[in-house]
């Protein structure tokens, strides 16, 4: 079945620093990718998304690249700033499957000033 | 504000009773989707329905857990009997269509079983 696996956490960054977590997946088809994040106390929210091979998904200066040969889907961002401070979720959705989202375990990203 | 809401937020039950949830989807969605998570994990798909047809349930789902969308707007979910491991957040979803359209959440029902 489909499966996500995200770096393990937590992650602890200085303000300004480039972060990266990286996010594999296994599918048995063609799923679209997402970047879900969650900010203390607030419900999961979208930050970026891409469906299909070599597209990169940005938001907010965070990016990820579909990478088929890799089936990795690793979101970076050039500086992070106190206010990224959240949990990130990896996830996958396949037509086949009702587009339901498989998440990853989430990553906790702690940035200090 | 027409995001997605779930009632209630928090919910303390004894183990054996019986416990409901709602959720009310931003109103044009037509899916809508439960998952559950537990601390430090990522959520787990439990099910989902197109407008009112239920059409598929995780094997997740046992069979002290139904959900319903009885017109095509807002769901429940109730679990029977409920169990300790039962404690969670459950968490509601809906989106426009399938595929890549995004899905909304909601702020969840965290459930505690004592």
């Known amino acids: 079945g489909d499966s996500v696996t995200q770096m393990e956490g937590p992650v602890t960054l200085s303000e300004e620093a480039f972060l990266t977590i990286n996010c594999t997946y296994t599918?048995?088809?063609?799923?679209?990718l997402f970047w879900y994040v969650q900010y203390p106390g607030e419900g999961l929210q979208l930050l970026l998304k891409a469906t299909k091979a070599d597209d990169k998904g940005s938001n907010k200066g965070f990016e990820a690249t579909y990478r088929k040969e890799t089936t990795s889907f690793h979101l970076e961002k050039g500086s992070v700033q106190v206010s990224d401070s959240a949990v990130y979720f990896c996830a996958l959705s396949e037509k086949t499957s009702g587009s339901r989202l498989t998440f990853g375990e989430g990553t906790q990203l702690t940035v200090n000033p | 504000d027409t995001g997605v809401s779930q009632d209630p937020r928090h919910k303390i039950t004894k183990r054996g009773q019986n416990v409901t949830f709602r959720c009310d989807p931003i109103s044009e969605h037509n899916r809508l989707y439960w998952y559950r998570q537990t601390l430090g994990q990522g959520p787990e798909f439990l099910t989902y329905f197109q407008n009112e047809a239920q059409l598929e349930k995780s094997r997740l789902l046992s069979d002290r857990f139904s959900a319903e969308r009885p017109k095509g707007s807002f769901s429940t979910l109730e679990i029977q009997r409920t169990e300790q491991g039962d404690s969670a957040m459950y968490l509601c979803?809906?989106?426009?269509?399938?595929?890549?359209?995004?899905?909304?959440f909601g702020p969840g029902t965290r459930l505690t079983v004592l």
């Open positions: 599918a048995t088809g063609y799923p679209s």
């Open positions: 979803a809906s989106s426009l269509g399938s595929g890549a359209n995004e899905q909304f």
